[in-house]
C-alpha cells in the first residue's frame, strides 16, 4: 500500500509535466493553425477599419495637395446635422425591419414546400437557389427594366386585373421605390434561407412527428409545437444573418435609384461610398461608417440579448 | 380527397413560385437573342419571355467586339477558384483549432472574428486601397525575385484580402463542434497529433461543410464589382463583372448587356444545376445550429 | 511533434508557394503602370467598349511609336462610367500612368490635387491659340489640358411638326424666348399626340445632369457658383434666378411636358415620335440627321433672359505630375497635335473639331454644312462649367438636387440645402492651396 502510493508520489510530477506538455503542444498547435486567418483578418480588415475611424476624425479627402489634419470633432458636427444622414438611417432600419421578417418568413414557407416528399423537389429546390448564384449588379439591371412604367411588372399587374390598375413607375415614385427594393432583395436572398431552413427542418426527428399524429394533432398545432421549436437554432443563425446583410444595402441601390427619388432610398452605406467616392469626402465618409458600426454593434447585442438561450 | 387537393395545392404552389423564381432569369436569356427594338417591343406581353422574332447571335458577336470577354472570364475563373481554395485551407484550420482544442484566448478569438462580420466591406474599401499599396510585394523580375511596394494591378490584390472570411470560419466552426469529440481523444491515444487529426480525421468528414464554403466564397469572389475597379488598372488583370460597365456608353446596347450577363451568368448556373443536389443536401446535413 | 510541425510546415509553405504563384503570373503586367518604365510610357483613356472613340487613339499611338524609335506608348482603356474613380483610387496610391484623358470640367480638380503637370505643347503643328477656348484645360493661368473637339447641347425637332403646329423655327441670330418655347410646348402637348413634348434625357446619370441643365440655370440669369473668386454657391445657386429656373423645370414636368425619368434611350424615343423636342448632345446629330434628313431642325438654346447657353469642355489630354519620363509625355501630346488627328476625332464622333482648319475637312461642318450651326453655338454660347477644384463636387450636389426638383421637392428647399453643402464643403477643404 505504501509502495504503491509512493510509486504514484513519484509518478504524479512526471505525468503533470507530460499533460502540461501536451497542453502546451495543443496551445502551440492550435495558435499555427489559427494565425494565417487572423493574420490575414488584422491586414485586411482590422487595420483598415481601424484607419477608417483615424480619418473619421480628420478633413482627409481624396484629392488633396494638402496632408490630412486632425479636426476633431467636425465631422461628426456636421454629420448630425445632415438631413440625408437621418434619411439614411430612417430606410436602412425601414428596409432591416421589412426584409428581416419577410424575407426569413418566406424562406421558411419555401423551405416547408420544398421539404415535402413529392416527386421534383429537388427541381424546385434549385429554381428557388437561382437568383442567389446570380450577381447582384446583374440582377439589378434585370429589375430596373422589369420596373419601368412600361415595364413588365406594370404589365402583368394590368393583365391580372384586367386593365383595372396602372402600376406606378416603381423606381421612380418616392413611395414605391423602396418597396420595389426590398422585394427584388428578398426575391434575390430567400433562396439562401430556405436552404438553411431547410437544413434546420432536417434535424427533427421523424419521430416527433410520428408522435403528434398518434396525437391526432392538425398540421398548425404540428407546426406550432414541433417544427417551430425544433427550428430554435436556426432561426438565431437565420435572423442574424439577413440583419446583417439588410444593415449593409449598397448594390442594388447604387445601380438602381442612387439614393433617389427624394432620398426615398438612400442607406447608410450608400451614403457612405457616395461621399468617400464621387463626393471625394473620405473623412466624412469615414465618420458616417463609424457611427454604422457603433449602430450596428449595439443591434447585434440587443438582438443577442433578447435571443439568448433561456435554460 | 382532401388530401389530393392540398397535394395538388401545394403542387401549384410551388409551380407558381418557380415561374417568379425563373422568369426574370428566362427574361434575360431569351433578350439576348433580340435586337433592342425588339426587347422593349416586347415587354408588353409575353413574348418578353420567349425566344420569337428575329432571332440571333448578333447580340454575342457584339460582345466579343467590346469586351475581351474570354480573357475576363478566365481571370476570374483564376481568381475566383484560388480565393475558394486558400479559403477553405485557411478558415477551416482556423475554425478548427477554435472548435476542437483547448487554448487561451479562443473564446476572445471567436467573438472578435464574429464580430468583424457586421462590417460592410464598402465602408472601408477607401482606407483599404491605400493600405494595400504599402505592403511587399515579392515579384519575379527577369530570372530573380525581388521585392516591391504595393499590391495595385496584381491577381493577388483581388484575392488575397478575401482569402479569411468571417463567416466561413463561424461555418466550419459550427460544422467542426457537431462532430463527436471522442474522435479526437481516441487519435490522440494512437499518437496522432492535432494537425493530423484536422487532415485525417475532421476534414474528411466535413464535404457538406466543405461544399457550402466553396459556393459561398466563390460567389462573391465571380462577383467582385467594386474592387477591381478601384485597384486594377490592366485590362489583362480585369475580372467578368467588370465588363459590365463596357457597356454603359453614350447609346446603351441592352441586348449586348444581356448576351454579356448571360454569358457570366449562365456558367454559374450551370456549374451549380451540376452539383446542386449534392450541394443543397450538404447545406441541408450542415445543420447549423447558431 | 518534428513530424507533426513539418506537416503544418508543408502546408505554410504550399499557401506561401500558392501565394508567390499568383504574385508571380502578376508581375508581368503588374509593373507597368507607374507612369514610365524607361522610354516606354502608360496612357489610359476612358474609352473602354467605345470603339469608335478608341481606335482613333490607337492610330496616334501607332503613328507615335512608328515614327520615332526613342519612346513606346502603351495603352490603357477604361470603361467610362466608373474612369473618374478609378483614376482618382490609383491616384490615392500614387500610380497614375504618364498620359491620360480626363473631362474638361475636372481639370481644377486634378491640377489642384497635384496629379496633374502643366504641358508646354509649344512648336506641334496646330498651335493651342487656333483652338475654341473650351477645348483648353487651364487653371491659374497654366495649361494642364487640351481636346481635339467639343460638343454642343442643341434641341433637334422635325420642321414638320413644328409647322404643323404653327411654331417658328428659330435661329441662331433670334433663338426662342421662354414665353415662345412655353407656348411652344403647351401647343404640342395640347395635340395629344406626343407621350411627353418635351425630351430631355432626364433618366441620364451623372455628369449629363450638370452638363445639359445648368446651361439653362445659366441662361436663367443664375449659376452653380459665385464665380468671383469661387467662395460661395449661396445667394447665387439658391438666389432668385435659379429658383426661377428650378420652379420652371419642375412646371415641365407637373404639366405634363417632361417625364420626369426618360427611357433608356431617349434619342430613339424621339425618332419613334413620342417627343415632339429633344434636348441633347450634338453628338447624336449624325444619327439624328441620316433618319430626318431635311426634316431635321437643329434648335439653338432657349434664351431664358441671359442670352442662350452650351456647357463647354469636353475630353481632354493631360499628363500626370508623377510622369518619370515627362520628355517622352510631352512628345507624344505635341505629335497627336497635328490637324488630321482633330478631324479623325471629330470624324468619329460626331463632335465639333477644336480648330478652324478642321472645321473645314469634316464634312457638314464646313462652313455651309448642317452642322456648321454647332461650331457658331460653341463660339458664341459656350460657357464653361465653373473653373474651380470644387467642380466635382458641386456637380454630385447639382445632381442631386435636379433630381429631386423633377421628383417634386421644393426648388427652394432643394437649391438651398445644395448651396449649404456646397459651401461646407468650400469652408473645409483647402481649395486655395496648391
Known amino acids: 500500500m505504501t509502495t504503491m502510493i509512493a510509486a504514484l508520489e513519484r509518478l504524479r510530477p512526471v505525468r503533470r509535466t507530460r499533460t502540461t506538455h501536451a497542453r502546451r503542444r495543443e496551445s502551440l498547435t492550435a495558435l499555427g493553425m489559427a494565425t494565417p486567418a487572423v493574420v490575414l483578418l488584422i491586414v485586411f480588415l482590422v487595420v483598415p477599419v481601424a484607419l477608417a475611424f483615424a480619418l473619421a476624425f480628420t478633413d482627409a479627402r481624396l484629392i488633396s495637395p494638402t496632408p490630412a489634419r486632425f479636426v476633431g470633432l467636425r465631422n461628426f458636427t456636421l454629420l448630425f446635422q445632415d438631413p440625408v444622414f437621418y434619411k439614411s438611417l430612417r430606410n436602412t432600419a425601414y428596409f432591416a425591419a421589412v426584409v428581416v421578417p419577410l424575407q426569413a418568413g418566406l424562406a421558411l414557407v419555401l423551405a416547408l414546400l420544398v421539404n415535402a416528399k413529392v416527386r421534383g423537389v429537388n427541381f424546385f429546390r434549385t429554381v428557388y437557389f437561382l437568383p442567389v448564384v446570380t450577381s447582384m449588379v446583374v440582377v439589378s439591371l434585370l429589375w430596373t427594366f422589369l420596373y419601368r412604367q412600361d415595364g413588365l411588372v406594370n404589365h402583368v399587374i394590368s393583365t391580372l386585373t384586367l386593365g383595372r390598375v396602372d402600376g406606378p413607375d416603381w423606381l421612380g415614385d418616392p413611395a414605391t421605390a423602396m418597396p420595389a427594393i426590398i422585394l427584388m432583395s428578398v426575391w434575390q436572398g430567400v433562396g439562401f434561407h430556405m436552404i438553411i431552413w431547410l437544413a434546420g427542418l432536417q434535424t427533427i426527428p421523424a419521430e416527433l412527428y410520428e408522435a403528434a399524429d398518434l396525437d391526432g394533432a392538425g398540421r398548425w398545432h404540428r407546426f406550432r409545437h414541433v417544427t417551430w421549436p425544433g427550428l430554435r437554432a436556426t432561426r438565431t443563425f437565420v435572423l442574424v444573418t439577413i440583419t446583417i446583410a439588410a444593415f449593409s444595402l449598397f448594390t442594388q441601390i447604387r445601380v438602381m435609384t442612387q439614393g433617389g427619388p427624394l432620398d426615398s432610398t438612400t442607406t447608410v452605406v450608400h451614403q457612405a461610398v457616395h461621399t468617400g467616392y464621387d463626393q471625394q469626402q473620405t473623412a466624412y465618409a469615414a465618420a458616417i461608417s463609424l457611427v454604422f458600426f457603433v449602430l450596428v454593434l449595439s443591434v447585434s447585442l440587443v438582438q443577442r440579448f433578447l435571443t439568448r438561450e433561456k435554460d | 380527397m382532401t388530401s389530393l387537393l392540398k397535394h395538388l395545392g401545394g403542387h401549384a404552389g410551388r409551380v407558381v413560385l418557380a415561374l417568379v423564381f425563373a422568369l426574370p432569369l428566362v427574361f434575360m436569356l431569351v433578350s439576348s437573342f433580340k435586337p433592342d427594338d425588339q426587347i422593349f417591343g416586347d415587354l408588353g406581353s409575353l413574348r418578353a419571355f420567349l425566344p420569337v422574332g428575329a432571332l440571333s447571335l448578333d447580340n454575342y458577336t457584339g460582345v466579343f467586339e467590346r469586351v475581351p470577354a474570354a480573357r475576363f472570364l478566365l481571370n476570374s475563373v483564376l481568381i475566383s477558384t484560388i480565393t475558394v481554395v486558400l479559403g477553405i485551407l485557411v478558415n477551416s484550420m482556423a475554425a478548427f483549432a477554435l472548435a476542437r482544442m483547448r487554448w487561451t484566448g479562443r473564446k476572445l478569438v471567436l467573438t472578435a472574428v464574429i464580430a468583424t462580420l457586421i462590417v460592410p466591406f464598402e465602408t472601408f474599401a477607401l482606407p483599404l486601397v491605400w493600405w494595400v499599396n504599402q505592403l511587399p510585394l515579392l515579384r519575379v523580375n527577369g530570372f530573380h525575385l525581388e521585392w516591391t511596394t504595393g499590391w495595385m494591378d496584381t491577381y493577388q490584390v483581388q484575392i488575397v484580402p478575401f482569402v479569411a472570411n468571417a463567416f466561413s470560419v463561424f461555418f466550419f466552426h459550427q460544422y467542426f463542434q457537431s462532430i463527436p469529440k471522442e474522435l479526437d481523444e481516441a487519435a490522440i491515444v494512437d499518437g496522432a497529433g492535432w494537425f493530423t487529426i484536422y487532415r485525417r480525421i475532421v476534414m474528411p468528414l466535413s464535404g457538406p461543410a466543405v461544399a457550402t464554403v466553396a459556393i459561398l466564397t466563390f460567389l462573391p469572389a465571380w462577383n467582385s464589382y467594386l474592387w477591381p475597379l478601384m485597384v486594377v488598372q490592366s485590362e489583362e488583370l480585369r475580372p467578368v463583372m467588370v465588363g459590365i460597365s463596357y457597356f454603359f456608353q453614350l447609346n446603351v446596347g441592352w441586348g449586348q448587356i444581356m448576351a454579356y450577363s448571360s454569358m457570366i451568368t449562365v456558367p454559374i448556373l450551370a456549374l451549380f444545376m451540376a452539383f446542386q443536389r449534392s450541394f443543397v443536401n450538404s447545406i441541408a446535413s450542415t445543420g447549423v445550429k447558431g | ?434
Not at chain 3, 275 to 282: L, R
Not at chain 3, 308 to 324: D, L, R
Request: hydrophobic share 35%; aromatic share 12%; glycine share 10%.
Open chain 3, 1 to 434: 511533434m518534428v513530424w507533426r510541425t513539418r506537416r503544418l510546415a508543408e502546408a505554410s509553405v504550399a499557401v506561401a508557394a500558392a501565394t508567390a504563384l499568383v504574385a508571380g503570373c502578376a508581375s508581368g503586367s503588374g509593373g507597368s503602370t507607374s507612369g514610365a518604365s524607361g522610354d516606354t510610357l502608360t496612357l489610359w483613356t476612358h474609352n473602354a467598349g467605345n470603339s469608335t472613340e478608341l481606335d482613333v487613339v490607337k492610330k496616334i499611338i501607332k503613328e507615335f511609336n512608328g515614327s520615332q524609335s526613342k519612346y513606346k506608348v502603351k495603352l490603357q482603356a477604361f470603361p467610362q462610367s466608373d474612369y473618374n474613380n478609378s483614376v482618382v483610387a490609383a491616384a490615392s496610391a500614387r500610380k497614375l500612368p504618364c498620359l491620360l484623358d480626363v473631362d474638361g470640367p475636372n481639370v481644377p480638380n486634378w491640377a489642384w490635387g497635384g496629379y496633374l503637370a502643366p504641358v508646354d505643347v509649344s512648336g506641334s503643328e496646330v498651335p493651342l491659340s487656333d483652338q475654341l477656348p473650351s477645348t483648353v484645360g487651364r487653371y491659374k493661368d497654366k495649361v494642364y489640358a487640351f481636346g481635339f473637339y467639343d460638343v454642343s447641347l442643341t434641341f433637334f425637332a422635325r420642321k414638320s411638326v413644328l409647322n404643323e403646329y404653327g411654331i417658328r423655327i428659330p435661329t441662331i441670330d433670334k433663338p426662342w424666348t421662354k414665353a415662345e418655347f412655353d407656348s411652344a410646348l403647351a401647343e404640342l402637348k395640347k395635340s395629344g399626340k406626343f407621350d411627353y413634348p418635351l425630351e430631355m434625357g432626364t433618366g441620364g446619370l451623372g455628369e449629363w445632369y450638370t452638363y445639359g441643365y445648368s446651361p439653362q440655370l445659366q441662361s436663367f440669369g443664375g449659376d452653380l457658383i459665385d464665380r468671383d473668386g469661387y467662395k460661395t454657391a449661396s445667394g447665387t445657386l439658391d438666389g432668385k434666378s435659379s429658383v426661377e429656373w428650378a420652379t420652371w423645370f419642375r412646371s415641365l414636368v407637373t404639366k405634363g411636358y417632361l417625364s420626369k425619368k426618360s427611357g433608356a434611350d431617349p434619342n430613339k424615343d424621339f425618332l419613334a415620335g413620342k417627343s415632339a423636342i429633344q434636348w441633347d448632345g450634338s453628338w447624336n446629330a449624325t444619327k439624328t440627321a441620316e433618319r430626318l434628313g431635311d426634316d431635321l431642325a437643329i434648335i439653338p438654346p432657349v434664351d431664358f433672359g441671359n442670352g442662350p447657353k452650351i456647357g463647354g469642355a469636353s475630353w481632354q489630354w493631360a499628363m500626370s505630375s508623377t510622369c518619370s519620363n515627362k520628355a517622352g509625355a510631352e512628345a507624344w501630346l505635341k505629335f497627336s497635335r497635328q490637324t488630321k488627328y482633330f478631324v479623325d476625332y471629330a470624324k468619329a464622333t460626331s463632335t465639333i473639331p477644336a480648330t478652324d482648319a478642321a472645321v473645314q475637312q469634316v464634312d457638314g461642318y464646313q462652313p455651309g454644312g448642317k452642322f456648321n450651326v454647332f461650331v457658331e453655338f460653341a463660339r458664341k454660347y459656350a460657357e464653361v462649367r465653373p473653373v474651380t477644384p470644387a467642380y466635382p463636387y458641386i456637380s454630385t450636389e447639382f445632381q442631386k438636387a435636379t433630381q429631386d426638383i423633377l421628383a417634386g421637392a421644393d426648388p427652394e428647399d432643394a437649391l438651398g440645402q445644395a448651396a449649404k453643402d456646397i459651401d461646407n464643403n468650400l469652408k473645409t477643404n483647402n481649395y486655395d492651396a496648391g
